[in-house]
């Protein structure tokens, strides 16, 4: 181990900030290796056992068994030497630090910030602030450019990639959900300042990275790349590389058995259905009305429009298109970036880039 690793508190629960430690397995100094088990963190709802990710001694430790921890707070540290100490943030006086009214801020943000000269204003106030996210404002302050984005933000936060209708769509979608908070869309051909539901346009594809470093670190695809799929896959090896996560978003009029598997990335619209055991691969979009049978298998990208019909143990190959009002029969295979049109009926496997012209039979007879 070359250099001191910070380890923070992960947020176990997207909709709980906290956690208990209900159980702690270091001391001060002690020396532990890779893959160790640091503390125990439990919310209501989730358990997780915190890893050591390298090897190092134990420094820092500034929580106890039994204390609740906010997510992004500073559990310890592991150094390569015994020997050493952190920063002595805890020597400068609080009675130094004036808090804006409406600021709730830990300690050590409040140190770290003052540390650094940070303009408190600039926090938001309908959150709580770690000492985590001070750092990734300062951090990041320095290469943003005057008037550009340093808000910072709760980590429920997400944004929505494209503010086109699919975008729309999945604002309400998010609302109606209430677990995460749009926070702005990003898109590339919409002015910065244009609100669209009352949602901002933060800015193209440029300003991910910030973003990210702002606190947001959740984002949904609303690029649904109806004629070309490229698009939507394009969004998300962007969002990917800077370092956004994708949730399962499923509104809650679809139903989905409980035996489905569904990736990262999936979108279930209003009124959809998944059956048993079907599979849905990475950013698979399941729109309103549309029916996905017993074990069907949908590879990842692949886009099913409104009222769309898969019978049972169908196979939709990655980045496939499949128009409004298609039905595709029992066990037929659909190849990789196929595109079935609107209206059609499969009654026969479709080659990858296979086109089935819309209202048409397939095979024709």
């Not at 990639?161 to 908070?181: E, Q």
């Not at 079907?278 to 429009?305: E, K, M, P």
Request: glycine share 12%.
């Amino acid at each position: 181990m070359s250099e001191t690793q910070v380890i923070y508190i992960p947020l176990v629960n997207p909709n709980e900030p906290s956690a208990l430690i209900s159980e702690l397995n270091v001391n001060a100094g002690q020396h532990v290796m890779a893959g160790e088990k640091l503390c125990t963190l439990e919310t209501t709802k989730s358990t997780l056992e915190l890893m050591a990710e390298a090897e190092g001694y134990v420094a820092g430790l500034r929580a106890k068994q039994g204390q609740t921890i906010q997510a992004g707070e500073i559990l310890c540290y592991l150094s390569a030497s015994p020997d050493w100490s952190p920063p002595e943030t805890e020597s400068i006086e609080a009675a130094e630090l004036e808090v804006p009214r409406g600021i709730r801020i830990s300690q050590p943000a409040l140190l770290y910030a003052q540390q650094h000269n940070l303009d408190l204003t600039q926090l938001a106030s309908d959150v709580f602030i770690t000492e985590k996210m001070v750092q990734s404002l300062v951090e990041s302050s320095s290469m943003l450019e005057p008037g550009t984005l340093t808000q910072l933000y709760d980590p429920n936060s997400i944004i929505i990639y494209g503010g086109g209708g699919h975008g729309k769509a999945l604002i309400d979608l998010i609302r109606v959900l209430g677990t995460y908070s749009v926070v702005g869309i990003v898109d590339d051909g919409i002015q910065t300042g244009t609100n669209i539901m009352g949602v901002p346009i933060l800015g193209g594809a440029n300003i991910l990275v910030h973003l990210f470093e702002s606190g947001i670190h959740m984002a949904a695809n609303a690029v649904g790349g109806i004629g070309n799929i490229a698009t939507r896959i394009k969004v998300f090896d962007s969002l990917s590389r800077a370092g956004f996560s994708c949730p399962i978003l499923m509104h809650p009029t679809a139903f989905v058995e409980p035996s489905a598997i569904l990736s990262d990335g999936v979108q279930i619209m209003p009124h959809a259905y998944v059956g048993s055991e079907a599979r849905l691969g990475f950013g698979a979009i399941i729109n309103s009305g549309a029916i996905v049978s017993h074990d069907c298998t949908l590879g990842a990208y692949a886009n099913l429009s409104p009222g769309a019909i898969l019978a049972g143990e169908v196979s939709i190959g990655e980045g496939v298109l499949v128009g409004m009002g298609v039905t595709v029969n029992l066990q037929v295979k659909i190849g990789k970036h196929a595109r079935i049109g609107n209206g059609a009926t499969v009654k026969q496997d479709v080659p990858d880039g296979g086109i089935v012209h819309a209202g048409t039979i397939w095979p024709a007879a």
